[in-house]
């Protein structure tokens, strides 16, 4: 039996708008399936690793059609473009997802030695998975009130993956994060309010249609100053980032790895769909006057504040979560260059910062497997049991300080190189401010390593644990990545000037060939 | 109407705000329900309080006449549940609190603190 044309072309077309749900729909349904499982948890492990595999490929193949065929629109419900809610994944959406497939898998694979069954009975699979569709939901969706569901949706997720144990220190800790967030939360929900009762949408190419065509309004300069005070808040950016590093500790360390990976990175993403967008920061006349300053400011006080208060620490993750924040703030620098190459080097630097958070924290964990704690004085001469694995751990540390070949370097080099071409009047201050956080990042992680690692042990006659071959995989996995995408710099900037290039309405609107109706018979 | 609709929204936001700021967890819970309340109140008004008629198209006619705006109707409805669900979470670990720590003061509560704090003594001192 043969399809005619139309029907085939139909098929594809249904297909390839489809592909823009699978990596909400395969971990948002394994979700599910792992909550019925939730007494078996060998076989609640094997759906999740499944389910993150599929992911993964899910997205690589988004990343691969949206290269080659443009950006992907769904409709949901089968109303046209704005009335309908609207997934839409271009090229920054597929980069991004697909980096969180890598980053979940990394810390599944880590998990099969941290994660016991005690910890899966307590509900860790379900909830990793909601949380990468959560995520994922984050990059794909059009609308600006879908994000704010996906933003709870991951908030919810995190602080049940932060109390899995239900430590009193983890319990104080979900409860700071809670309560911020949740002020966060409303700031967001306000500036959503008003920017509909604004412009009358809130698909975000319409609304960026829309406000581009009219007089700037106190409304939208106040819309705009709310979103970016929740948006500032859930990235973790000074002044609002201290409940990040109040938290992000307690939490087993599979948890922190995958919470440093993600999720602050997609509130910077849902800054750059905003800001870029809608408001259009570095496009002609902005909508809201003011905004890349005040960007820089938050940016630089972030980095030194962050670095300086990561240098005082003696717990690994305490170190590493100042880190998180301060990583944050290069991305934001990006971001404060209004310009296209500054947003095109803070989406590498976004891809380039979650796989390496991911890979410290995931590597804090296993040093405290071998040296029995993360307090750096108690630790020492890891390196006569575990060379290899201090090899790894020091390519992980290198690259977030920004040493060659790693994609750590790139991505300080590009936001510094789009810093000298901006037409920014701040530029030549945000860029000092970014080498002496740099120098500082190198030195918190030299310490770190030499602590860990190189010195002489404080406990003299204590012999490190061995490390298991699982542990060792998922940093292995991001120090690869790191490695690769730092030798691979080519491609990988392409990629970001193109997802950089799609922040324009013109650019994300036409979608031709591409978009379908799904729901309604044509 | 509107100019009501502002004041209440206002003072339930001032309210909550307030409440929010307290060091009493049960208080801030209170507070921070307070405050989606408040949201709710907006993002009902910003689609506009006019008509009470549903969004329907009569039959035989192309155009919708005069009709209320269900977009804000449903945000308000989907805020409602993620309000009532993080409400309920975090009133959730304010009794975990309580039954692990015996406080329910936030300047009281310090096991996060204390867990990694750098000017605590180290494991190499007490040994």
Redo the contacts between chains.
Sequence with gaps: MTLSRRGRTLITDALAAGLAIWPVVIPLSAAALTLLLRRWPALQRGVMEIAVVAMLVAAALLLVRTRSGGAIVMKFGGWERPYSVTFVADVLSAALCTTAGIVALAVAVFARADVRARRRRAGFDPMFLGMLAAVNGAFLTGDL?NLY?WF?LM??TA?GLV?LD???????????Y??MS??G??FM??G???L??EAGT?DLVHLSVTLAGRAPSVTTSVAAYLLLTGLVLKAGLFPLFFWLP??Y??APISVSAALAGLLTKVAFYACLRVFVLVFGVGRGVPVVSGLPTLFALLAAATMLVSVLAAI????V??LLAFHVVGQVAYLMMGLALASRAGSGAAIFYTMHTMLVQTGLFLGAGAIARAGG???L??LGALIREHPRFSALFAVLALSISGVPPLSGFWAKAFVIDAAFRSESPVAVWLVAVAVVTGFLTLYSMSVLWTQAFWRRR??EGHVARPIPPAMVAGVALLAACTLGLGLAIEPAVRLSRDAAAQLRPDAAMPNVGASVDTGRPR | MSVLYAVVAASLFGCGLYM?LSRH?VR?VLG?SL??TA?NL??F????IRSTQPPIIAEGVEVLGDSADP??QA?VL??IV?GF??TV??AA??L??WR??GTLR?DE??????????LAP????D?
């Design positions: 009130f569901v709870e908030l919810v602080l109390t239900r430590r009193r220190a983890q319990i104080d800790g979900a409860i700071r809670a309560a949740m002020m939360a409303t929900l306000v959503i309010g008003l509909y009762g809130l109040a938290s500790h307690t005082a620490q003696v717990d993750r305490r704690g993360y307090d004085r108690g404080t406990r | 929010v967890i801030m921070l405050l989606t949201v907006v993002l008004q910003a689609g506009r977009v804000p945000l989907t805020a993620i669900a993080l979470i975090l670990l304010a975990r609190a692990g720590d936030s509560l310090h096991s996060a603190r204390d867990l990694g704090d750098p180290g494991p190499d001192v040994h």
